[in-house]
Nanobody
């Protein structure tokens, strides 16, 4: 399984970005797709995850600002990020869980200037 993420960039505080991640390869039954992020000097943390069946979970810090969505036909997941804050600056990683395994994308950098 390969994950290709895109959509990061530099944006001013209060702005918006949309991240995309497409999965390819041996896709059989995706249990969940989501986004994590890692800021400099910090541990990787969950941002949002879309679980098969329609449920989504968000980190408290992004609730009301970020929206995760999936396109099952395209094996893709998206993260719409609105009202961005400087503390959202991080490398964002796409994640896919299938059966008991998980895969990671290469990361896309998001920088929010104040």
């Amino acid at each position: 399984v390969q994950l290709q993420a895109s959509g990061g960039g530099l944006v001013q505080s209060g702005g918006s970005l949309r991240l995309s991640c497409a999965a390819s390869g041996d896709i059989v039954s995706i249990a969940a797709m989501g986004w994590y992020r890692q800021a400099p000097g910090k541990q990787r943390e969950l941002v949002a995850v879309a679980i098969s069946g329609g449920r989504a979970n968000y980190a408290d810090s992004v609730k009301g600002r970020f929206t995760i969505s999936r396109d099952n036909a395209k094996n893709s997941v998206y993260l719409q990020m609105n009202s961005l804050k400087p503390e959202d600056t991080a490398v964002y990683y796409c994640n896919l869980v299938q059966f008991t395994r998980e895969w990671w994308g290469q990361g896309t950098e998001v920088t929010v200037s104040s």
